[in-house]
């Protein structure tokens, strides 16, 4: 296995924040954890309706995966976020893990993220107060066209990643305990395979330079298809695996729990979870990507189920 040059921006990131938060509260030995599973939040009529910035208390840190970043989807919601709310925005932009870890240590406010069972240890360890669900896409393999494994339309995920290991191909892995890498963790087990080798390459970075790496290598990799649309035009790569189950990419907004962290800015995070399950909110993710790509990059799910989501056919 060989690693490329990992990316310091964790340490900036949190270099940047750390002390925002006080001491931690000592939980109640009577209360109650807030509950794992999402809520369902029906789209509020108006994201005027949400509350504005209370003087003084206007920044707000967002911890978030580095799709919704390299995507460009941030681009879009937080200034309109921000021209609702009056609340400025600080993000850092990481794997689902670390931003994760960030809520847990409090050095952010609200977390939007896609590793849900990584998601629903936190809920159960009392860090997050409420959580969610936003939107979801897929993931998709992409390759060199030439296909040295072929793995071109193979139905299962798992199966293409077991040819993969067979050929030996070059497969660049995120290696950074993001949602990404988990899914990708995810499918090398359903395969029975522990990846290992010079072929398998870890960049421990966020999805957009793990693309490049790939690219550069003429090898394989697993992506959010909205960070690969992206990025298309400068990548030598193909989509070549596609709507299998558990592909499925879905996202949450979840605020860090005030009975743990007091001084988090509780009032800008649930206005910030408002705001992305809000008619105006859930609006803009629908249409993103529209107008660039001919379809949305992210498919809306406020007031739905985690059941009721499905991956692109």
């Not at 931690?24 to 509350?51: C, D, K, M």
């Not at 998601?119 to 993931?139: C, W």
């Not at 790569?237 to 596609?242: I, P």
Request: charged letters at 15%; proline letters at 6%; aromatic letters at 6%.
């Amino acid at each position: 296995m060989k690693r490329v040059h990992r990316a310091t921006g964790l340490l900036v990131a949190v270099a940047l924040v750390v002390g925002a938060c006080g001491m931690a509260a000592s939980p109640s030995p009577g209360g109650t954890r807030p509950t794992a599973a999402p809520s369902v939040a029906q789209p509020s009529a108006s994201a005027a309706a949400i509350g504005t910035a209370p003087a003084g208390k206007e920044s707000l840190i967002l911890a978030t995966t580095t799709s919704t970043q390299d995507s460009g989807l941030l681009d879009v919601l937080v200034p309109a976020f921000e021209d609702v709310t009056g609340y400025v925005v600080k993000t850092v932009a990481v794997g689902s893990g670390q931003a994760m870890a960030m809520g847990a240590e409090c050095n952010a406010d609200v977390l939007l993220v896609h590793s849900p069972a990584a998601e629903a240890t936190f809920m159960d360890a009392g860090s997050g107060a409420d959580r969610r669900l936003v939107m979801h896409n897929d993931f998709v393999i992409v390759g060199p066209s030439g296909d040295p494994a072929g793995i071109r339309g193979t139905p299962a995920a798992s199966d293409a990643f077991g040819k993969i290991a067979a050929a030996q191909a070059t497969f660049v892995s995120r290696g950074d305990d993001s949602g990404t890498h988990k899914a990708e963790l995810a499918l090398w087990k359903k395969a029975g395979i522990t990846p290992a080798g010079g072929w398998y390459v870890e960049s421990g970075q966020g999805m957009g330079a793990t693309l490049q790496i790939a690219s550069e290598k003429a090898g394989y990799t697993l992506t959010d298809r909205a960070t690969y649309l992206a990025q298309k035009s400068a990548l030598d790569l193909e989509v070549l695996v596609e709507g299998d189950a558990a592909l499925l990419n879905v996202y949450h907004v979840i605020s860090v729990n005030p009975a743990r962290w007091p001084s988090v800015n509780t009032a800008g995070a649930l206005a910030f979870a408002d705001y992305l399950t809000s008619v105006e909110g859930q609006a803009l993710i629908g249409s993103f990507g529209v107008g660039e790509f001919g379809e949305p990059l992210f498919v809306p799910d406020a007031g739905k189920t985690e059941d009721q989501l499905v991956p692109k056919p």
